[in-house]
């Protein structure tokens, strides 16, 4: 079945510096898209979402771009901080049924910001 | 303001023995997910529970179950456990069934099966 991936597993930067995390999308029918960080021991915690009909978004230190023509999604940390080291998870949404949300997933990227 | 709760949080379990996992929503909320997440991997979509009836499904087998309960808190079992079954299982709630409403994650039940 079509899910979602990641370009790259890892990713390290310096402080201060800033991050993009890379993600494909296979599923055109996909409408909503999430970022979420997940820390060691911790459920994922929502980051930034944006809709298919959007091609940016922006919020507190992160913008999520969407190329729909590629199926190419990304999420851009500015002046990445050591709170920032987590794994990073992209996730799409498909509506078999038009009403409920099932999420899938990507297979993650760890982001390690160095000092 | 409590978040979702999971309980346990760490369990081992041997084959075919059977499991079950709760979850109590984050107040205000009375739409459940159970996603299950393998070492390394992404959290895969199990089911969901809203109004006390199973409204979406995952690719997984019927060993597979669950119950939500009139207060909105649900149950994960799963039977006849394989080894394969070892994973984390986040559950993850939201107010109704709306796609953009978001939804917050527990921190998981640890599952290991020997």
């Known amino acids: 079945g079509e899910s979602v991936g990641l370009h790259l597993p890892t990713l390290s930067v310096q402080e201060g510096d800033n991050s993009i995390i890379n993600c494909a999308y296979s599923?055109?029918?996909?409408?909503?898209f999430i970022w979420y960080k997940q820390e060691s021991g911790k459920g994922p915690q929502f980051i930034i979402d944006?809709?298919?009909?959007?091609d940016k978004r922006q919020g507190q230190r992160v913008t999520v771009l969407l190329n729909k023509t590629v199926k190419h999604l990304s999420l851009q940390i500015a002046a990445t901080q050591p709170g920032d080291s987590a794994v990073y998870f992209c996730?799409?949404?498909?509506?078999?049924?038009?009403?409920?949300?099932?999420?899938?997933f990507g297979s993650g990227t760890q982001l390690t910001v160095l000092p | 303001d409590a978040g979702v709760t999971q309980s346990p949080t760490h369990l081992i379990k041997t084959r075919g023995q059977q499991v079950t996992l709760r979850c109590s929503p984050k107040?205000?909320?009375?739409?459940v997910s159970w996603y299950q997440q393998a070492l390394g991997q992404g959290p895969q979509f199990i089911f969901q529970?809203?109004?006390?009836?199973?409204?979406q499904r995952g690719n997984f087998p019927d060993r597979f179950s669950g119950h939500q309960f009139p207060n909105y808190s649900s149950e994960l079992n799963v039977n006849a456990l394989l080894l394969g079954d070892s994973a984390l299982y986040l559950c993850?709630?939201?107010?109704?069934?709306?796609?953009?409403?978001?939804?917050?994650f527990g921190p998981g039940t640890r599952l290991t099966v020997l």
């Open positions: 996730a799409e949404n498909v509506e078999p049924s038009g009403s409920a949300r099932q999420l899938t």
């Open positions: 107040s205000g909320h009375d739409t």
């Open positions: 529970y809203y109004e006390e009836e199973e409204r």
């Open positions: 993850a709630s939201s107010r109704g069934l709306a796609v953009y409403n978001e939804q917050f």
């Open positions: 944006i809709r298919s009909n959007m």
């Open positions: 599923n055109s029918a996909s409408d909503y």
